[in-house]
T-cell receptor
Framework: NAGVMQNPRHLVRRRGQEARLRCSPMKGHSHVYWYRQLPEEGLKFMVYLQKENIIDESGMPKERFSAEFPKEGPSILRIQQVVRGDSAAYFC???????????FGPGTRLTVT | DQQVKQNSPSLSVQEGRISILNCDYTNSMFDYFLWYKKYPAEGPTFLISISSIKDKNEDGRFTVFLNKSAKHLSLHIVPSQPGDSAVYFCAVPINAGNMLTFGGGTRLMVKP
């Protein structure tokens, strides 16, 4: 039973480029969450999605960041026009339902040069 | 304002002894608590949870204690093993379970 999959594991982008991070939830999980961990900080919630719906995006920066979870395929976190401050580890988690344990993927480490 | 706090950034313990990791929270309405373990360059791994209707939950070497009046929970690992060396986060579901809010983490080092 595969866990949460994220790719790429490492992503290097120059300032101004776009970053696309992908997440495939665990089998049977329809709830997906994205978190960000900045250097020397804890994990911070960004967005919660179910298939084709954004349920809660209260942790997303107002500009340049977007997320989707289409009917088919993985969830995508997109960061447009990246800046150095976007360098962080981005973790995706999934759960079978709302409100309890979430299971995390290995993360994507984004470095903006 | 942090709703979940881990006041000890690091803890060093000898192999075989008990490790006690602490977590404080601010909202008495919180009713479910989780502990995660995180190794470098990996995602957090769910370890153990506790509902507010209990004051203790045990799973092998890991026990979580909940003191609701003090708004405090702790994770006990006994006996500690070198492979337990990791960063431990306590977390609480908030906003109707839409998200987890995490403490800042405690780095545990278990020395052989």
């Amino acid at each position: 039973n595969a866990g949460v999959m994220q790719n790429p594991r490492h992503l290097v982008r120059r300032r101004g480029q776009e970053a696309r991070l992908r997440c495939s939830p665990m089998k049977g999980h329809s709830h997906v969450y994205w978190y960000r961990q900045l250097p020397e900080e804890g994990l911070k919630f960004m967005v919660y999605l179910q298939k084709e719906n954004i349920i809660d995006e209260s942790g997303m920066p107002k500009e340049r960041f977007s997320a989707e979870f289409p009917k088919e395929g993985p969830s995508i976190l997109r960061i447009q026009q990246v800046v150095r401050g976007d360098s962080a580890a981005y973790f995706c988690a999934s759960s079978p339902g709302q409100g309890r344990e979430q299971y995390f993927g290995p993360g994507t480490r984004l470095t903006v040069t | 304002d942090q709703q979940v706090k881990q006041n000890s950034p690091s803890l060093s313990v000898q192999e075989g002894r008990i490790s006690i990791l602490n977590c404080d929270y601010t909202n008495s309405m919180f009713d479910y608590f989780l502990w995660y373990k995180k190794y470098p360059a990996e995602g957090p791994t769910f370890l153990i949870s506790i509902s507010s209707i209990k004051d203790k939950n045990e799973d092998g070497r890991f026990t979580v204690f909940l003191n609701k009046s003090a708004k405090h929970l702790s994770l006990h690992i006994v006996p500690s093993q070198p492979g337990d060396s990791a960063v431990y986060f306590c977390a609480v579901p908030i906003n109707a379970g839409n998200m987890l809010t995490f403490g800042g983490g405690t780095r545990l080092m278990v020395k052989p």
